[in-house]
């Protein structure tokens, strides 16, 4: 079994959730922000949960206040952005840190698979690493790559 099934986190509504309940779906892990100039992409990736998620795809937002403390706000508050703002339906989680002593476990496993530019750290909001049907990580996409440039990567998974 991939290490990425052994990780748990807790959503956005207090409940927790094991990455084991995604096995055999493809999954886009992205840590999201309410107030960045990178928050419309909550609108993309949308789109491509609507468009591929009957076919296996899944989106998991982290929400995370370490990028200039644009996600400031409580459960509420992140969940009234991203639902009435934005119409986001896919998975959101309550808020983590992604870098430094007290990043969730889960993004410490990411960025070892997928180091990135920044080596094992994450430069900005809405980087996003999209893992395999296996539970591989397959790729990682910088916080500037629009959800819609994702979408030949996300079918190639499917």
């Not at 994450?122 to 910088?142: C, E, H, S, Y």
């Amino acid at each position: 079994m991939s290490p990425f099934y052994q990780f748990t986190a807790t959503r956005l509504d207090g409940q927790p959730v094991t990455m084991a309940d995604f096995a055999d779906r493809v999954v886009l892990v992205v840590n999201t922000a309410s107030k960045c100039g990178f928050t419309p992409q909550y609108a993309g990736l949308e789109t491509l949960y609507k468009k591929y998620a009957d076919q296996g795809l899944v989106i998991l937002g982290f929400p995370c206040n370490q990028f200039g403390k644009q996600e400031p706000g409580g459960a509420d508050e992140i969940a009234q952005t991203c639902h009435i703002n934005y119409g986001v339906s896919f998975p959101m989680f309550a808020k983590v840190e992604v870098n430094g002593a007290s990043a969730h476990p889960l993004f410490r496993y990411l960025k070892t698979a997928l180091p990135g530019v920044l080596g094992g750290r994450i430069k900005w909001n809405f980087t996003k690493f999209l893992i395999g049907r296996d539970g591989q990580p397959l790729r990682r996409f910088a916080p500037i790559t629009p959800p819609e440039k994702m979408d030949a990567a996300i079918k190639a998974a499917l």
